[in-house]
């Protein structure tokens, strides 16, 4: 045996694909980046978030409570108010268990919980189906377990069915099915394709899933990750995988306050069913013993008073404004052969280039916009690790989140330069 | 192979020893608990939290910042503040490179570094050494991941070096020393004994390691649990492993605002030298991105302005009173065969009864306490496993951190009474 000072776990944890996109940004100072998935600045809750912890911090007793250590699992407060918003967001009636505050733990932010969820589950080894493509630090999370991803091809409507039923097929008859431990769903707005998975098709992934269990020898659970939810700003709200009848007990469900309120005060929560409620709980107290208690009341508050639901629809606003700008540069600057998708909440366009153009690090094309100051995130970066495919290398992902209108404008109208100078 | 939902992280992650303590508290609403490890809540800076959220988000500038994502590793002012901040509290000049903030990160709480540093440097199988009785959360944390504790004798005056080299001596001899990663300390005010750990057996502890390092085949760390250092209310403050010279590229140490500020804000931070640094900062970005930027910028303006300064000034005296009613309740209550350990610093008295008295979970002891509604943590749950020894079971700890003063008198009244009945 060889002496090693690192873990696995340690060797396998590799650099993010996107801190060098960062560190590209940060020696360009006159750089637009609409490759940052930050939220929108101008629009964040200062006033809000000072009221509230004005009222918080005025009384001794509610300001003591706020500063002292909280439990592993949560405020209880802020647990029954979510169940309560995650209800009323699905519009179902009664007191079913999948919404149950009983089964809900509070998170610093929702990525906290998917690591949770994939330690508690996954052992190297092992495979977690993921969306082609998905959301990269999910991506980091699985490879740095020794995890293995098979991609599930995406359309513009969402998840593709049958891909999904030839892949579990595969897996069942190379004798691996009983190696597949969750099928992780970025469900609404997708990070990175803006592309939102119909409540049908939720429900059929559900049912899909189910049919392979016996085969596996254990539940697969849909990981359903409903980040952005919250930024919606048109078109209807979908149901949850929650609201699946017979079926949410098969459903984790990862949400977040960090982009529908402030991405600052990082608070974000999980339901899950047993047994891994019981053991995500128990690495939560190993991990932290709980999510800062005073953030916590913060959200509280802000749920309680209705000033969340204001600051809701105020963003919806805003981020509707932000996608029409982007769609109006999209439609002025890019050349007709470059498809993109527009999202009805969210905070990515997904561009896809003719296939003879590739769009990653290396690329003629990504080395023509950062000369003209433009960065953007190279589909390639983007795909889980799955040898059996090859990753694309032609698609992109724009951000209109964190610019600035103006820079949005500027930003897709030097794109468009070079894709026109290249095509 | 067996078909397994769980993962082996998973399977082995148990139910914490205190969560059946808390529920037995949460049962009894009259119950005195000298069991918690809570800080005192009317100290809490609940005022000066209020001016410095009121200061920071009076402005849209300012209080953006505060709200939009941070970094991985954290707020840059933030960390160069805390290395200031260290390097000053160890009384050492220049620029070492021990003290930069280029090999600092911000976590949510201590907890989670030293949870990162276990996954970074840990494989199941390795062997990690403790102090005997160590952190019980920490020892939770070995057991989750398939790590073997060894303990290191503790004295009144901190750690048995002579049982140390012992214990390595015995790991070189059977082949195991490969497996040997890390020593874990809590030096200051020490989780469960309240033993403070010199500077002298730090620097020696920091040689020794380094001797074994030939056989090992890569470093054995040192890392250093600081938590209690700034809740010292009497004798000298000790400096940090960071200051032994030559030695501290040796160092990780856990530090922690939560403690000295505020329970609920759940900032801490961690000094790390290469490769450990890279690697725990790629898993930071995995488990959250980065810790509350919002949280992060309450500490700073906290430190910058001084009011950190003050509050723990305010600590020290609240700290120092509560310690002398425990004392003086001990010396009146408690039988004199029972010996008792007053601490310089932190929230914790040590008991050892004689051998012939079971302080355990199903102790006739424990029992009779909780018949007269008082809770203490019996020693053998500080005890990682250590199959190489029998966990001693005539130990209690005792807090002073939440309980009021009257609860501790009329607590150590109750438990003296339970100690006379028995002895």
Redesign the interface.
Known sequence: ?K????????RR????PI?WLMSVALARPNLISLAAG??D??S????E??GL??QM??S?RT??A?????TTLGDPTLRRLTAEHLQRLDGVRGKPKAYSPERMIIT??S??LL?MVT?????AG?VVLVEDPTYF?YA??LQ?HGVQARGVRLERDGLDLSHLESVLERLKRSGDL?RV?LFYLVSYYQNPTGVTTSFAKKRATLALLKKYEAS????IYLLEDAAYRELRFTGEDVKSALAARRLSDRVILAGTYSKPF?????VGFGFLPE?VFT?VT??K???????????Q?LLARALASGSYDAHRQQLRRRYAQKARVMRQALEKHFPADVEWWEPEGGLYFWARLPRSLPSGVKSKLFKAALSHDLLYVPGELCYADDSTRRKPNHEMRLSFGGATEANIREGIRRLGGSLRELL
């Open positions: 045996m002496s090693q000072l690192l873990s696995q776990l340690g944890t590799a650099e993010p801190s930050f939220t600045n101008e964040l809750p200062v006033r978030a000072r912890f004005d911090l005025r001794p300001g003591q706020a500063l002292q250590y909280g610093s932010g990525q906290q690591y330690e508690a589950l996954c052992d092992d630090v980091s999370i740095s009983m431990k596996a020898g254990h539940p402030a991405t600052g005060a990082r047994p053991t128990r690495i107290g190993n991990h932290d013993f709980g999510t800062s208690n005073l953030l009341q």
